[in-house]
C-alpha cells in the first residue's frame, strides 16, 4: 500500500484541516462579512403569543436617526413573494390532505406566536436599526392561547387557524390496525407507558445571520448565509422571491452549528432580500441570543402513549405508539416528518416486531414552529421502544437483557424486512450488545451500587440499544476538478456546519485516485458551482458525497486510461490503474495521475476526440438509507435529598459500517451524547398559559457543560452496509438515539428503590426530588 495511503487513506484517524483555522479565529462565519455599502437590519416581533393584529404604526422608527426603511408584511405582500412552504405531503387517516396554513414572511391580520415577525427596520447602523425597532408600535387584541398538543386538539381549545378545524393539520396512521389489535388481545402481557419526548431549544453555537443583495441591472439576487446546503435552499428561496434559480446565488462559508434548524428558508431571509432591492445596497442581519430562542425552529416536543404486547415467553407481538405532536404555529419545511415517518421507521429498532402501529396527530399551537433536531424522529422511536422494554421486563419478571437477546433480530436473518416497511441489509445486533455489556463491566455493578450507597447515594444502570434509518437517496453532486495551482477539488451538495466533512471527503479521494491528501480542497458553498445537492442532514453525508466522489472517481480513471493510452502509446484496455498510476499492463511504463494533469495543463497534444481535461462534473442519484445502529450503557449516580442526576459512566458500542475517519465518527457521538444528555435531564422549554416563553434564555433554560458529563467508552464493531460502495451507514446522529434512552433507563432503575417505574424527561433535580417525596409519602 502507499505510504500516504497508510496514514490518510478510508480507516485512519486523520485530524480535521479546517481547525488550524477555526481555533485560530480565521473562520469566516456570516456575520464576519460585511460588504461594501451594507445596512443592517433588525426584526421586530410580537410580544403576544395570540392575538388580531389591528395596526402596526411604524412612523415613529422610520423618522428615527439613520433609518432607512421599514417594511411590514403589507409591504411584502404588495411585492408578491410566495410563502414559507411545508414540503412534507402526508395524507390524513381518512385519506383526505393534510391541513397546510398559509406562512406568509411576516404576519399581517393575526400573530400566533411571541416572536411572530411583522416588520423590519433597517438602518445605516445595527445601533441605530435596533433604536428604531423599538419605536415600532404594535396594537394587538389578545386572544387565549394554547401552547400543549394535546390541549391544542381538545374540544373548545383557541382556533389558531380558520381552515385547520381542532388545530390539527395531519391525523395520520401507519399499519394493520385490526391485526395490531387482535396481537394486544391474545397477549399474555401489555404494558403502557404515558412519553414525553419535551421541547428543545437548539442552541447552535452560531446564531443566525444572513446577508441579502440584489443586482438591478440583471435581476440577479445573492443570499449569503449559515445553512445545511446552498443547492436546497436556492431553490426554496427561488421559489419564495419568484426568481428562476439561476438568477439566485446562495453563498455559506463557516457555519457554526445548525443540527437541522439552518436548513430551511426564514422569513428573516426574505426581509432583508426585499430590503436590498428597494434601497439598491446589502443588507444585513444578525440575530441575537435573545431572538434565536423566539425565531430558531425548536426540536421534539411529542406526547405520546407507548404500548407493547408479548407472549407468555417474552417475545414481541406488537408495538402501538400514539402521539400528539406539537407542531408550534406554523408547519416548517419537514414538519409532520418527525412524528410521522420518521418515528416508524425507528421504532421498531433492533428488535423482531412483527406488527406495528403508529398513531399520530400534529397540532398546531401558540408556539415557536417545530423544526428537524439532531435526529429528526430517530432517536425518539428508539426511545419510546427502549423504555417499553424495561417497562415489559418489570411487568413479565424477565430480566431487561435476557428480554432483549430474546427478541433481537438474529444477523442470518438479513436482509430483514421490518414491520416499518424497511429492508435492513446489515447488522449483527446481538453481537453489539453483547460487546457493549462488556464495555460498561455490565457484571461489576453490583459492587459500584454498593460504593455508592454507602455515600447515600442511588445508582442506576441503563441499557439504549438503538437502530437509526438514515435520510433516503437524493441526487448528490460529485464533482472532481484538477485545479492550475496542482491541487484536486471536490465539489458536492452536503454542507459542513461542524462535521468535518473535508477530512474524510479527501480520504476517499486519496483511497479512490491517490491523488496526495494535502492536495485536496473542498468546495460545498456556492450554488452556482453545483449541478445538484441535497444537504447535510439525516446522517447521509459520507454515504450521498462518498458514494457520488466515488463514482465520479470511476470517470476520472475512465478518461485517464483514455488520456494515458495517447500518451504511453497503448491501447486503452492495456492501461491499467492503481495507487494513483495509469500503467501499461505488464510494464513499468506509467504515468501519475498528477503528472498527467500537469501536461493537460501544459496543452499536451491529443487527438482530436480524446479528453482534454480529468475533471468530472458527475450527478449520482444517491444511496439508500442506511441502518446505522448500536448499543449504550449509562450509569447515573442520584442524591435523594436534592434529586441531582450525574451521569457517572457511559459505554457505547456502534455499528456504522465503514468507518472513513475514527476520530472524527468518535467525536460526532461524543456531541450526539451530550446533546441526549441535556434532553434527558436538564432542558426544558416552558409557556405560560399566554404563550410567554418563560425560558428564554441560559438563566432559564439549561445546557450540558463539561463537567456535567462523564469520559466516553466508545468502540466500534462495524458490519458495512451492502447499499452503497463504500459500506458507510452515518453516525451523526447516532448519539442522541443512544443517550436518550440509556440515561433515561439508568435513571429510572435507580428510582426503582423507591417503587418508581417512570419519570419523564427532563429528569431535573426538582422532578426527581418529588417524584421520591411522593413515593416516599
Known amino acids: 500500500m502507499d505510504l500516504s495511503l497508510q496514514k490518510f487513506g478510508i480507516g485512519q484517524p486523520v485530524p480535521r484541516t479546517e481547525d488550524p483555522v477555526l481555533v485560530q479565529g480565521r473562520g469566516r462565519y456570516t456575520d464576519d462579512i460585511n460588504l461594501p455599502g451594507q445596512a443592517h437590519a433588525v426584526i421586530v416581533r410580537s410580544p403576544v403569543g395570540h392575538g388580531i393584529v389591528r395596526a402596526i404604526d411604524v412612523a415613529a422608527a422610520r423618522a428615527a436617526p439613520g433609518v432607512l426603511g421599514v417594511w411590514t408584511g403589507a409591504d411584502l405582500d404588495a411585492a408578491g413573494y410566495g410563502p414559507l412552504k411545508c414540503a412534507a405531503a402526508f395524507p390524513n387517516r381518512d385519506g383526505t390532505p393534510m391541513r397546510k396554513p398559509v406562512r ?47 390541549a391544542a386538539a381538545a374540544p373548545g381549545a383557541p382556533q389558531l387557524f380558520d381552515d385547520v378545524p381542532g388545530n390539527v393539520a395531519l391525523d395520520w396512521h401507519y399499519g394493520d390496525a385490526d391485526q395490531v389489535a387482535a396481537a394486544f388481545a391474545g397477549a399474555a402481557h401489555r404494558v403502557t407507558l404515558e412519553l414525553r419526548s419535551n421541547r428543545v431549544v437548539v442552541s447552535a453555537m452560531e446564531p443566525r445571520s444572513a446577508i441579502g443583495s440584489y443586482r438591478a441591472e440583471d435581476g440577479h439576487w445573492q443570499l449569503q448565509v449559515g445553512c445545511q446546503g446552498v443547492f436546497g435552499l436556492r431553490a426554496g428561496m427561488a421559489e419564495i422571491l419568484g426568481c428562476p434559480p439561476a438568477k439566485l446565488r446562495v453563498l455559506t462559508g463557516s457555519v457554526g452549528g445548525s443540527f437541522g434548524m439552518k436548513a430551511p428558508p426564514y422569513p428573516e431571509y426574505v426581509a432583508i432580500m426585499h430590503a436590498a432591492r428597494e434601497l439598491g445596497r446589502p443588507v444585513k442581519w444578525t440575530d441575537e441570543r435573545s431572538g434565536s430562542f423566539l425565531s430558531d425552529t425548536h426540536g421534539r416536543d411529542f406526547e405520546a402513549t407507548g404500548e407493547l404486547a408479548l407472549d407468555a415467553g417474552g417475545r414481541f407481538l406488537a408495538i402501538r405508539v400514539t402521539t400528539y405532536a406539537n407542531m408550534g404555529a406554523y408547519l416548517t419545511t419537514p414538519g409532520p416528518l418527525m412524528p410521522t415517518n420518521n418515528i416508524v421507521k425507528n421504532t421498531a429498532s433492533v428488535y423482531a416486531v412483527p406488527l406495528m402501529e403508529v398513531n399520530t396527530r400534529c397540532v398546531l399551537t401558540n408556539t415557536v414552529p417545530i423544526g428537524a433536531y439532531r435526529g429528526a424522529g430517530r432517536p425518539e422511536g428508539n426511545y419510546f421502544t427502549e423504555r417499553l422494554v424495561e417497562a415489559a421486563a418489570a411487568v413479565t419478571g424477565i430480566d431487561a437483557v435476557t428480554l432483549r437477546r430474546i427478541n433481537h433480530i438474529r444477523p442470518d436473518a438479513m436482509p430483514y424486512a421490518a414491520a416499518s416497511g424497511m429492508k435492513y441489509d446489515s447488522g449483527n445486533f446481538p453481537a453489539v450488545m453483547e460487546e457493549a455489556l462488556r464495555a460498561a463491566d455490565w457484571d461489576g455493578f453490583a459492587a459500584r451500587k454498593a460504593e455508592s450507597a454507602a455515600r447515600g447515594r442511588l445508582r442506576g444502570r441503563g441499557i439504549g440499544c438503538f437502530l437509526e434509518v438514515t435520510a433516503p437517496a437524493n441526487k448528490e453532486m460529485g464533482g472532481i476538478r484538477f485545479e492550475a495551482d496542482g491541487t484536486v477539488t471536490i465539489i458536492t451538495g452536503t454542507l459542513d456546519y461542524g462535521q468535518g466533512h473535508a477530512t474524510p471527503f479527501a480520504q476517499v479521494l486519496a483511497d479512490r485516485l491517490g491523488v496526495p491528501f494535502e492536495r485536496i480542497r473542498l468546495l460545498q458553498g456556492d450554488s452556482d458551482e453545483l449541478l445538484a445537492g441535497g444537504g447535510t442532514g439525516g446522517s447521509r453525508s459520507i454515504t450521498n458525497s462518498g458514494q457520488a466522489i466515488h463514482e465520479a472517481a470511476i470517470k476520472v480513471v475512465a478518461k485517464g486510461r ?153 468502540r466500534s464493531r462495524p458490519d458495512p452496509a451492502k447499499s452503497n460502495p463504500l459500506g458507510t451507514k452515518g453516525c451523526g446522529e447516532a448519539g442522541c438515539a443512544g443517550a436518550l434512552p440509556s440515561v433515561m433507563n439508568a435513571v429510572v432503575d435507580a428510582l426503582s428503590e423507591y417503587g418508581i417505574r417512570h419519570i419523564d424527561m427532563p429528569a431535573t433535580p426538582s422532578r426527581v426530588w418529588e417524584a421520591i417525596q411522593a413515593a416516599r409519602g
Open 104 to 150: 406568509k414572511a411576516f404576519a399581517t391580520d393575526r400573530v400566533r406566536w411571541v416572536g411572530d415577525p411583522v416588520a423590519v427596520v433597517v438602518a445605516a447602523t445595527a445601533a441605530a436599526a435596533k433604536d428604531a425597532a423599538e419605536l415600532v408600535a404594535i396594537d394587538i387584541d389578545p386572544l387565549p392561547a394554547v401552547t400543549g398538543a394535546r
Open 562 to 714: 483514455e488520456i494515458a493510452a495517447h500518451l504511453l502509446e497503448a491501447a486503452a484496455q492495456d492501461i491499467e490503474f492503481a495507487q494513483g498510476r495509469f500503467v501499461i499492463a505488464g510494464t513499468d511504463r506509467a504515468i501519475g495521475i498528477m503528472e498527467m494533469a500537469e501536461r493537460l495543463r501544459a496543452g499536451v497534444v491529443l487527438p482530436d476526440g480524446a479528453p482534454t481535461s480529468l475533471d468530472v462534473g458527475h450527478v449520482s442519484d444517491g444511496a439508500p438509507s442506511a441502518f446505522p445502529n448500536g448499543c449504550h450503557i449509562a450509569e447515573v449516580e442520584i442524591d435523594p435529598d436534592t434529586g441531582v442526576v450525574e451521569v457517572a459512566r457511559y459505554a457505547s458500542v456502534n455499528d456504522f459500517g465503514t468507518v472513513i475517519n475514527p476520530l472524527l465518527v468518535e467525536g460526532q457521538v461524543h456531541g450526539g451524547i451530550v446533546q441526549g444528555i441535556g434532553q434527558a435531564l436538564m432542558e426544558r422549554t416552558v409557556f405560560d398559559e399566554s404563550g410567554q416563553l418563560l425560558t428564554g434564555s441560559y438563566m432559564d433554560y439549561a445546557i450540558p457543560r463539561a463537567p456535567d458529563v462523564p469520559s466516553f467508552s466508545f
